[in-house]
């Protein structure tokens, strides 16, 4: 009958969890303050972002805890979406390298930030 | 005959499986609402995923080059602005709205009303102000870096229709879910579940933990890569 009567756990793996999703939080924010780059940027951001997703489903939603037929439901079809995502990464290099191609613009194109628009109202010298 | 299905079987392994969906009864051993809002959450996954591949795909098209989000979103308290500083002020927010939901649930299995209504509200709270730093957010955006859906100042024009897109969208859920935490959270009050039970308690902290879930992707993907 115990899982008739619901999601009952000790506190105890609440506390640890919500503890750990801080620490992976703090984690990916500092993968952006100490400006990590390239590779290892998206292999951290992905990294800490499976391990939160991961830790909220399972303790916090307590799919853990569930039975097979329910946690396929939910975990089963979102598989899909990787199909979905692996085919708009092929058509999004294929647009973007077909208007390189044929409509001339600049690869090396480097974007603007708000200090060189406004850097005088941020009260910041622009010096780069 | 369900009782004696929960009982017998191993009750996560495949012979589970097959034992829920091999006879014609119910598949679920869950309160009907719950299977109800997960059937709702997976379909919630795939419009936001929708909308997360869109970005995907326009931003990897673009030739222009993709303005840079650490410096848009940075803000300053007196001295040099604190890159994504907002942002992650808001994390850590729906991060402890997420935790003081759990415990929500946990106590109203607990059937402690007291509790759990004041965790929902506190929940609710943190909600709340997310959404106001959202506000606070979006307003910065559009009038000090005029920021629009079909352009922006500092580069691909699809930054602005993407932000708004998506973080809208989130922030609509985060809204709702105010409204529904709160709804629940007085009648737990009231006494309405004390017969009924509190499974509405965890069915409601199931759509939250879902909010918090969507903007750990949303954080990855549109501020930090």
């Given at each position: 009958m115990s899982s008739e009567a619901g999601q009952q756990h000790p506190l105890g793996v609440y506390y640890k969890v919500w503890a750990l999703l801080f620490v992976l939080s703090a984690c990916s924010y500092m993968v952006d303050f100490f400006e990590v780059q390239g590779a290892m940027r998206w292999?951290?951001?992905?990294?800490?972002?499976?391990?939160?997703?991961?830790f909220i489903v399972a303790i916090f939603m307590h799919v853990v805890w569930e039975r097979m037929a329910l946690v396929l439901t939910i975990l089963g079809p979102p598989v899909a979406l990787l199909l979905l995502i692996g085919l708009m990464t092929i058509e999004g290099n294929y647009v973007a390298g077909t208007r390189y191609q044929y409509m001339g613009h600049d690869r090396d194109a480097v974007a603007l930030g708000?200090?060189?628009?406004?850097?005088?109202?941020?009260?910041?010298?622009?010096?780069? | 005959m369900s009782e004696a299905a929960v009982n017998t079987a191993d009750s996560r392994g495949i012979e589970s499986l097959v034992d829920d969906w091999s006879a014609d009864k119910q598949a679920y051993h869950v309160p009907w609402g719950k299977a109800?809002?997960?059937?709702?959450?997976?379909?919630?996954?795939?419009?936001?995923?929708?909308?997360?591949?869109?970005?995907?795909?326009?931003?990897?098209?673009?030739?222009?080059?993709?303005?840079?989000?650490?410096e848009i979103f940075a803000l300053s308290f007196g001295g040099d602005p604190i890159p994504l500083i907002l942002i992650a002020i808001m994390t850590f927010i729906l991060i402890t709205s997420s935790g003081t939901m759990v415990l929500a649930v946990n106590y109203g299995?607990?059937?402690?009303?007291?509790?759990?209504?004041?965790?929902?509200?506190?929940?609710?709270?943190?909600?709340?102000?997310?959404?106001?730093?959202q506000a606070f957010e979006w307003t910065k955006l559009i009038v000090e870096e005029g920021v629009r859906p079909w352009g922006n100042p500092f580069g691909a024009a699809q930054f602005g229709s993407v932000f708004f897109m998506i973080t809208g969208f989130?922030?609509?859920?985060?809204?709702?879910?105010?409204?529904?935490?709160?709804?629940?959270?007085?009648?737990?009050?009231?006494?309405?579940?004390?017969?009924?039970?509190?499974?509405?308690?965890?069915?409601?902290?199931?759509?939250?933990?879902?909010?918090?879930?969507?903007?750990v992707f949303i954080f990855a993907f549109f501020y930090l890569l």
């Amino acid at each position: 009958m115990s899982s008739e009567a619901g999601q009952q756990h000790p506190l105890g793996v609440y506390y640890k969890v919500w503890a750990l999703l801080f620490v992976l939080s703090a984690c990916s924010y500092m993968v952006d303050f100490f400006e990590v780059q390239g590779a290892m940027r998206w292999t951290l951001v992905l990294l800490f972002m499976v391990l939160k997703a991961g830790f909220i489903v399972a303790i916090f939603m307590h799919v853990v805890w569930e039975r097979m037929a329910l946690v396929l439901t939910i975990l089963g079809p979102p598989v899909a979406l990787l199909l979905l995502i692996g085919l708009m990464t092929i058509e999004g290099n294929y647009v973007a390298g077909t208007r390189y191609q044929y409509m001339g613009h600049d690869r090396d194109a480097v974007a603007l930030g708000p200090d060189d628009l406004h850097g005088e109202e941020h009260g910041e010298a622009v010096e780069h | 005959m369900s009782e004696a299905a929960v009982n017998t079987a191993d009750s996560r392994g495949i012979e589970s499986l097959v034992d829920d969906w091999s006879a014609d009864k119910q598949a679920y051993h869950v309160p009907w609402g719950k299977a109800m809002m997960w059937i709702f959450l997976v379909s919630d996954t795939f419009i936001f995923t929708c909308f997360l591949t869109s970005y995907l795909s326009v931003r990897l098209s673009t030739t222009q080059p993709w303005p840079p989000q650490s410096e848009i979103f940075a803000l300053s308290f007196g001295g040099d602005p604190i890159p994504l500083i907002l942002i992650a002020i808001m994390t850590f927010i729906l991060i402890t709205s997420s935790g003081t939901m759990v415990l929500a649930v946990n106590y109203g299995y607990r059937k402690d009303k007291i509790r759990t209504f004041w965790l929902m509200v506190v929940t609710a709270l943190f909600g709340m102000s997310f959404v106001g730093m959202q506000a606070f957010e979006w307003t910065k955006l559009i009038v000090e870096e005029g920021v629009r859906p079909w352009g922006n100042p500092f580069g691909a024009a699809q930054f602005g229709s993407v932000f708004f897109m998506i973080t809208g969208f989130h922030g609509l859920h985060v809204s709702a879910g105010v409204i529904y935490l709160l709804t629940i959270a007085f009648k737990v009050r009231a006494g309405h579940y004390d017969k009924k039970g509190y499974e509405v308690v965890e069915i409601a902290g199931l759509y939250w933990h879902f909010v918090d879930l969507v903007w750990v992707f949303i954080f990855a993907f549109f501020y930090l890569l």
